[in-house]
Nanobody, 128 residues
Framework: QVRLVESGGGLVQAGGSLRLSCAAS????????MAWFRQAPGKEREFVAA????????RYSDSVKGRFTISRDNAKNTVYLQMNSLKPEDTAVYSC?????????????????????WGQGTQVTVSS
């Protein structure tokens, strides 16, 4: 497993932007498929975005497609989630996840059980 620490959450007005960061420990970060999930109060955790080891493959939930972008900087052991055109329904705790098991360069996963390492989460609140 790998240690993950998120940052960048906060309060923003509808239509605004935020960039979340997830810093990972370890020297093999570049081998991990990564993802962002979110959980709103009273709701189950849901998939937001995923990124392959190569960085060339991505997947997004329909609710964020076209507004959010996931990316990674392997030199900094960090994965990002750029969130634009935020809506009140995007309010949630956002957590990053890593699959530290063996993975192909192009694999992307949108199920939480595929990931074995999780951060503590960062709160994003979008006001109307």
């Amino acid at each position: 497993q790998v240690r993950l620490v998120e940052s960048g959450g906060g309060l923003v007005q509808a239509g605004g932007s935020l960039r979340l960061s997830c810093a990972a420990s370890g020297r093999t970060f570049s081998r991990y498929p990564m993802a962002w999930f979110r959980q709103a109060p009273g709701k189950e955790r849901e998939f937001v975005a995923a990124l392959s080891v190569s960085g060339g493959n991505t997947r997004y939930s329909d609710s964020v497609k076209g507004r959010f972008t996931i990316s990674r900087d392997n030199a900094k052991n960090t994965v990002y989630l750029q969130m634009n055109s935020l809506k009140p329904e995007d309010t949630a705790v956002y957590s990053c996840a890593a699959d530290s098991t063996i993975a192909t360069l192009t694999a992307v996963y949108d199920e939480d059980y595929e990931y074995d390492s999780w951060g503590q989460g960062t709160q994003v609140t979008v006001s109307s």
